[in-house]
C-alpha cells in the first residue's frame, strides 16, 4: 500500500530507506518525540539536500516551520547538534529543517546567494505543498554566513514567506546593504558580539579562512528593518544577569522603539564569534574566535522571540 506523502519521513520509524521528495529518510535520536530523516530536491539542477525534524503524530495538519541555515564548512546536522534549538523548543507542534549548502558553503555574492535562496524557496514550497508547513508560520535562523544569507533573503522579495528571522554572530553583507529593502515589516532579533574578530560589530572584510566578505555595521544591520519596520527613535536596553564575571563578556537587550514588528539586538559587549550557552572551542579552523559569553543561550532566545511572534 502507497504510504500518504506527509507520512513517509514518519514511517521511516521501522523502515530505512524510504523515499520523501525523491530520498531516503534515516533513523533518529529520539523517536518517542521525533522523527529525523534526510531529505532531498532538486534544485538548480543540482541535487541539494537538509535534514528535516518533525513530531511522529500524524493528525497535526499543517505547523509552523523553522529553516536553519549553518555557518561556513558546516552542515545541517552540525548545526543541529551545536546550536541545541530542539531542547529549547521541547514541542511536537514546530517543524524544523536543517538545509545544506553546497560543499559546506552559501553563496557570498548576489549571483552565487541566489541558488541557495531558490533552493530554499523550493524546499519550503515543497514543505507547504505537502500540506506539513503553516505557509504563515515560516521562521529563519542563521548563523555566522547562514545568517549572512539570512539578512540576504529578508531584504528582497524572498522575505515575504518569513514570519520572523533571528541571526547569529552575522552581519549584513554590503553588496546588498544600500539596496536591501524588506518587502514588509519583518520580525527581526540578531546576536552579535562586539569583538568579534571574525565578523566585525563594526563592519569590514569578514576574516574566515575561506572567504574574506564586506559586511556593514551591526547598527547599519539593523537599519533597512527599522525603516521597513516603521521603528520611531532610541532604543530600550535591557542588561542581562552576568552570570560569569570571570568570561569578559556583558551581555544586553536592545529593542528599538515603536515598531510595528519587533527589531531586537542581543549585543555581547566583548563577545567574539561564538554561539551564546553552547560549549565552544577557542578556534574555528584554526582561527581565534574570540570570548565566549555564557550569561545567556542563544537557541532559548531564539525560541522565546518566535514564542512571541505566535508561533
Request: charged share 20%; glycine share 10%.
Given at each position: 500500500?502507497?504510504?500518504a506523502?506527509r507520512?513517509r519521513i514518519l514511517?521511516?520509524?521501522?523502515?530505512?530507506?524510504?523515499c520523501?521528495f525523491?530520498?531516503?529518510?534515516v533513523?533518529?535520536s529520539?523517536p518517542?518525540?521525533?522523527?529525523?530523516g534526510?531529505?532531498?530536491?532538486e534544485?538548480?539542477?543540482?541535487?541539494r539536500?537538509?535534514?528535516?525534524?518533525?513530531?511522529?503524530?500524524?493528525?497535526?495538519?499543517?505547523?509552523?516551520?523553522?529553516v536553519?541555515?549553518?555557518?561556513?564548512?558546516?552542515?545541517?546536522?552540525?548545526?543541529?547538534?551545536?546550536?541545541?534549538?530542539?531542547?529549547?523548543?521541547?514541542?511536537?507542534?514546530?517543524?524544523?529543517?536543517?538545509?545544506d549548502?553546497?560543499?559546506g558553503?552559501?553563496?557570498d555574492t548576489?549571483?552565487t546567494?541566489?541558488?541557495?535562496?531558490d533552493?530554499?524557496?523550493?524546499?519550503?514550497?515543497?514543505?507547504?505543498?505537502?500540506?506539513?508547513a503553516?505557509?504563515?508560520?515560516?521562521f529563519?535562523?542563521?548563523?555566522?554566513?547562514?545568517?549572512m544569507?539570512a539578512?540576504?533573503?529578508?531584504?528582497?522579495?524572498?522575505?515575504?514567506?518569513?514570519?520572523g528571522?533571528?541571526?547569529?554572530?552575522?552581519?549584513?553583507p554590503?553588496d546588498i546593504?544600500?539596496?536591501?529593502?524588506?518587502?514588509?515589516?519583518?520580525?527581526?532579533?540578531?546576536?552579535?558580539?562586539?569583538?568579534?574578530?571574525?565578523?566585525?560589530?563594526a563592519?569590514?572584510?569578514?576574516?574566515?579562512?575561506?572567504?574574506?566578505?564586506?559586511v556593514v555595521?551591526?547598527?547599519?544591520?539593523?537599519?533597512?528593518?527599522?525603516?521597513?519596520?516603521?521603528?520611531?527613535?532610541?532604543?530600550?536596553?535591557?542588561a542581562?544577569?552576568?552570570?560569569?564575571?570571570?568570561?569578559?563578556?556583558?551581555?544586553?537587550?536592545?529593542?528599538?522603539?515603536?515598531?510595528?514588528?519587533?527589531?531586537?539586538l542581543?549585543?555581547?559587549?566583548?563577545?567574539?564569534?561564538?554561539?551564546?550557552?553552547?560549549?565552544t572551542?577557542?578556534?574555528?579552523r584554526?582561527q581565534p574566535?574570540?570570548?565566549?559569553t555564557?550569561?545567556?543561550?542563544a537557541?532559548?532566545?531564539?525560541?522565546?522571540f518566535f514564542?512571541?511572534?505566535?508561533?
Amino acid at each position: 500500500m502507497p504510504v500518504a506523502p506527509r507520512q513517509r519521513i514518519l514511517h521511516a520509524f521501522a523502515l530505512v530507506g524510504l523515499c520523501w521528495f525523491g530520498v531516503e529518510a534515516v533513523a533518529f535520536s529520539n523517536p518517542a518525540v521525533a522523527a529525523a530523516g534526510h531529505i532531498a530536491i532538486e534544485s538548480g539542477g543540482v541535487r541539494r539536500t537538509a535534514v528535516l525534524v518533525e513530531s511522529e503524530r500524524l493528525k497535526l495538519g499543517r505547523r509552523p516551520l523553522i529553516v536553519v541555515l549553518h555557518g561556513g564548512s558546516g552542515s545541517g546536522a552540525r548545526v543541529r547538534r551545536s546550536l541545541g534549538l530542539e531542547e529549547a523548543i521541547r514541542s511536537r507542534n514546530v517543524i524544523l529543517v536543517y538545509p545544506d549548502a553546497i560543499h559546506g558553503h552559501w553563496g557570498d555574492t548576489k549571483e552565487t546567494a541566489q541558488r541557495d535562496i531558490d533552493f530554499l524557496r523550493t524546499l519550503i514550497d515543497q514543505l507547504i505543498a505537502n500540506r506539513t508547513a503553516d505557509r504563515r508560520k515560516i521562521f529563519l535562523v542563521g548563523s555566522s554566513t547562514g545568517g549572512m544569507l539570512a539578512l540576504r533573503i529578508a531584504c528582497e522579495r524572498s522575505g515575504e514567506i518569513y514570519a520572523g528571522i533571528a541571526t547569529i554572530i552575522a552581519n549584513l553583507p554590503a553588496d546588498i546593504a544600500e539596496s536591501c529593502q524588506p518587502p514588509k515589516p519583518i520580525p527581526l532579533m540578531v546576536i552579535n558580539g562586539t569583538a568579534n574578530p571574525i565578523m566585525p560589530y563594526a563592519g569590514g572584510k569578514t576574516a574566515f579562512s575561506d572567504s574574506k566578505t564586506d559586511v556593514v555595521s551591526t547598527d547599519a544591520t539593523l537599519a533597512p528593518f527599522a525603516k521597513a519596520d516603521g521603528c520611531g527613535d532610541g532604543r530600550t536596553t535591557i542588561a542581562l544577569p552576568d552570570k560569569d564575571p570571570t568570561d569578559g563578556t556583558r551581555s544586553y537587550i536592545d529593542r528599538l522603539n515603536g515598531c510595528k514588528a519587533p527589531v531586537e539586538l542581543i549585543r555581547i559587549e566583548g563577545g567574539g564569534h561564538t554561539i551564546p550557552g553552547r560549549f565552544t572551542a577557542g578556534t574555528t579552523r584554526g582561527q581565534p574566535v574570540g570570548a565566549h559569553t555564557k550569561d545567556f543561550d542563544a537557541a532559548h532566545m531564539i525560541w522565546d522571540f518566535f514564542r512571541r511572534l505566535g508561533v
